[in-house]
């Protein structure tokens, strides 16, 4: 198959899903991450055969398109705060305002050396990862689940952020609440879910889906922010 028959293909089940603008992002994320050529390359040779093909792999990939299957599961990654971080179905999929936690965190700590810092709930491990990777002299610590721990492990060592971050990790599942002892600086937990409608108590940071309008994030200030 020729790079502009992938695509277009990819292109028209994405375009029965999604909005075109975003049908068009989905189907040169999938085909540029699966098979190495996006948009400009189908512009400027669409007639040319991509290096590496595996049709299996497509047909793999458009069926789980089709069942409405977040891109980024299918290619296995996603770009977080200018990290890749890897992500699978039973870990969420970090959001664009979760990069809004990580900057506001940074700034609000950002004068403390030897922050401590607890992420509950960390999934992917992006949050945490992230915090640790920009200041090396912050203690960065994560809960999570055990099925959701190997993916914030694995993303912990693809950003080749110390291995001392991958011990708290698996410490802290072990115990729980993890070095309970010690103060915290900035515990905190990006909320994917909530029951709630407008009654959102003062100091939280709320974020509101741009279509059906209804929350989609809350981030929560210390006391007295």
Same mark, same amino acid.
């Given at each position: 198959?020729?790079? $502009?028959?992938?695509?277009?293909?990819?292109?028209?089940?994405?375009?029965?899903?999604?909005?075109?603008?975003?049908? #068009? #992002?989905?189907? *040169?994320?999938?085909?540029? *991450?699966?098979?190495?050529?996006?948009?400009? +390359?189908?512009?400027?040779?669409?007639? $040319?055969?991509?290096?590496?093909? *595996? $049709?299996?792999?497509? *047909?793999?990939?458009?069926?789980?398109?089709?069942?409405?299957?977040?891109?980024?599961?299918?290619?296995?990654?996603? +770009?977080?705060?200018?990290?890749?971080?890897?992500? =699978?179905?039973?870990?969420?999929?970090?959001?664009? %305002?979760?990069?809004? !936690?990580?900057?506001?965190?940074?700034?609000? =700590?950002?004068?403390?050396?030897? =922050?401590?810092? !607890?992420?509950?709930?960390?999934?992917?491990?992006?949050?945490?990862?992230?915090?640790?990777?920009?200041?090396?002299?912050?203690?960065?610590?994560?809960? %999570?689940?055990?099925?959701?721990?190997?993916?914030?492990?694995?993303?912990?060592?693809?950003?080749?952020?110390?291995?001392?971050?991958?011990?708290?990790?698996?410490?802290?599942?072990?115990?729980?609440?993890?070095?309970?002892? $010690?103060?915290? +600086?900035?515990?905190?937990?990006?909320?994917?879910?909530?029951?709630?409608?407008?009654?959102? %108590? +003062?100091?939280?940071?709320?974020?509101?889906?741009?279509?059906?309008?209804?929350?989609? #994030?809350?981030?929560?200030?210390?006391?007295?922010?």
């Amino acid at each position: 198959m020729t790079r $502009k028959e992938i695509f277009n293909r990819t292109l028209a089940l994405a375009g029965s899903l999604y909005d075109p603008h975003e049908a #068009a #992002a989905i189907a *040169d994320r999938l085909c540029a *991450d699966l098979f190495g050529f996006g948009r400009f +390359e189908v512009a400027m040779d669409g007639e $040319k055969k991509p290096r590496e093909f *595996d $049709k299996a792999l497509f *047909d793999n990939a458009l069926e789980r398109l089709s069942r409405g299957e977040p891109v980024q599961y299918i290619v296995g990654h996603t +770009e977080f705060y200018g990290r890749r971080f890897k992500v =699978c179905p039973g870990v969420l999929i970090p959001r664009p %305002e979760t990069e809004e !936690l990580v900057a506001w965190v940074l700034e609000e =700590c950002g004068a403390k050396e030897g =922050c401590r810092v !607890l992420d509950i709930g960390t999934g992917s491990g992006a949050i945490a990862i992230s915090l640790a990777a920009e200041r090396s002299d912050w203690s960065v610590d994560a809960l %999570e689940f055990v099925d959701s721990l190997s993916v914030a492990c694995q993303n912990d060592a693809l950003n080749l952020v110390a291995q001392q971050h991958v011990d708290e990790f698996l410490f802290l599942l072990k115990s729980m609440v993890g070095n309970a002892e $010690k103060k915290l +600086e900035s515990p905190f937990a990006g909320m994917a879910f909530y029951a709630g409608d407008d009654a959102v %108590e +003062e100091g939280v940071i709320c974020h509101r889906d741009d279509q059906t309008d209804e929350i989609a #994030a809350l981030f929560r200030k210390r006391a007295g922010k």
